[in-house]
Structure formats: C-alpha cells, structure tokens
C-alpha cells in the first residue's frame, strides 16, 4: 500500500533504497509519460507517442513497452534491459508534493510503503551524519528535470495539436503464433500534414525548437517492429 510522506532526514535516515526492486515496479507498465528532455535517448530503443486521455481528451507524450495494458516487453524477471530507462521509471519510490506553507513550492516525498524500501540493503538516502547522499542528489535532479520539463512538453503537444498533426496510429498486428491485437488511444504525427505546412508555421516550428522532437518521433516508430520481435519471442517462450 502507498504511503507517501515527506522526505525528513531525522525520519528517514536509516532508509535505504533497493534500485533494482524500484525499477521493476515498472514491469507492469506498458507505457509511462516522457518529457521533451529526454527524447533523443528514448528514441534510441522506445516509440514515442502520444496518449490521449479518455475522459479529458488531454494528450501525454509517452514512451511504449508493450502493445497492451499491463505488458512490458522490456522487463524479464524484474530486471530492465534497455539501454535507457525513462525519468519516470528512475524517480521511484520519489515524487514531489506540495509545501504545505508555501503551494508554489515542492516537497520530495517517499512513498514508505513500496517494496523497494528497506533497511539493510539498497542505496542509502542520507549519510550518518543526515547529510544528503549522492543518490538522493540524483534522484532530486530527475524529479527536477520531470517538473520542469511538464510545461515545455504540454506547450509542444498544445503547439503539434493546434497544427493538425496528431492522428492515431491504428496498430493491427498479427504475431507469429497467429494471435493478434489492436493498439487504441495512442497518436503520432500526420507527416502528410506537417510536409503541408505553410513555410510561417515550419518556420514557427524551427524556432521554437519543435521540428526536432517532431522528427524524433517519427523516427522512433521504427522501434514498433523491435516491440514486436520482443513479443513474437515472448510467445514462444524465449
């Protein structure tokens, strides 16, 4: 059960963190949010796209695992093998809250209750003398770079939706063993529509710093048939 609290050295300095457990909670997860920062080094391995949520309509770039709900095709016996994991994955068991005297500021919470936290093994989160570790230095740059990248990246989505290049990506895929699936809810760019681009939008684009994230993902797409050679040797039991 989660137990989030606020991170306090005079609580929490004998805690110690189990990397490896923290990660793998990740397995269950075919997908997580990603922000723009991070773009180029998840396109090495993971599609990008966007998800759009189905009762606000709100669109989140995400980075893929899995063709549906609960798969991770990067995650074998509670252990990663990709070349780069997602911020989202790397903050656990972290997140940041609201100060409670000041609602403009953060706080760094833990969440006690997951399985990853411990007392004997794991990386430790404060020294013996409560002085932050490098660890939790670490973490405190990847919650950083998450909260500040959130308003870049919803600008970006706000900017490639107002253009008209979002459409679905209507995934039918047939494996080896015949079974089939269909991936819903996910959106990539229209590339009909961005080469329709009036030269002002294209430029609008360039100098916002867009055009690369836009041809990133587009790029990344070749990593479906990477997620479906993991899942055609899945199914056989590789």
């Avoid at 709900?69 to 994991?85: I, K, R, S, T």
């Avoid at 068991?93 to 760094?108: R, Y």
């Avoid at 411990?118 to 990386?123: K, L, P, R, W």
């Avoid at 290049?165 to 590339?191: A, H, K």
Wanted: glycine fraction near 8%.
């Amino acid at each position: 059960m989660s137990n989030l609290v606020a991170l306090d050295h005079s609580i929490h300095q004998s805690i110690r963190v189990n990397t490896q457990l923290a990660e793998a909670q990740g397995g269950h997860l075919n997908m997580v949010p990603v922000v723009l920062s991070e773009f180029l080094k998840l396109a090495v391995q993971f599609p990008i796209g966007f998800a759009k949520n189905k009762d606000t309509g709100k669109f989140t770039c995400v980075a893929l695992f899995g063709f549906q709900d609960g798969e991770n095709l990067f995650v074998q016996h509670n252990q990663w093998n990709a070349l780069y994991l997602p911020l989202q994955i790397r903050r656990q068991p972290f997140f940041l809250g609201n100060s409670e005297s000041n609602e403009n500021e953060f706080v760094i919470c833990i969440d006690t209750g997951h399985q990853s936290i411990g007392a004997e093994q794991g990386e430790p989160i404060f020294d013996s003398t409560g002085k932050e570790t490098f660890y939790l230095e670490n973490i405190k740059s990847i919650l950083a770079e998450l909260i500040n990248g959130e308003a870049a990246t919803q600008a970006f989505i706000n900017t490639v939706a107002t253009l008209k290049l979002l459409q679905p990506m209507q995934l039918e895929i047939t494996f080896e063993n015949g079974e089939s699936t269909r991936v819903d809810g996910i959106y990539t760019i229209n590339e009909d529509n961005l080469n329709n681009l009036h030269p002002d939008a294209i430029n609008s684009l360039h100098a916002q710093g867009y055009l690369r994230p836009i041809y990133t993902i587009i790029t990344s797409l070749g990593h479906i048939y990477g997620l479906i050679d993991k899942k055609n040797k899945s199914l056989a039991g590789n």
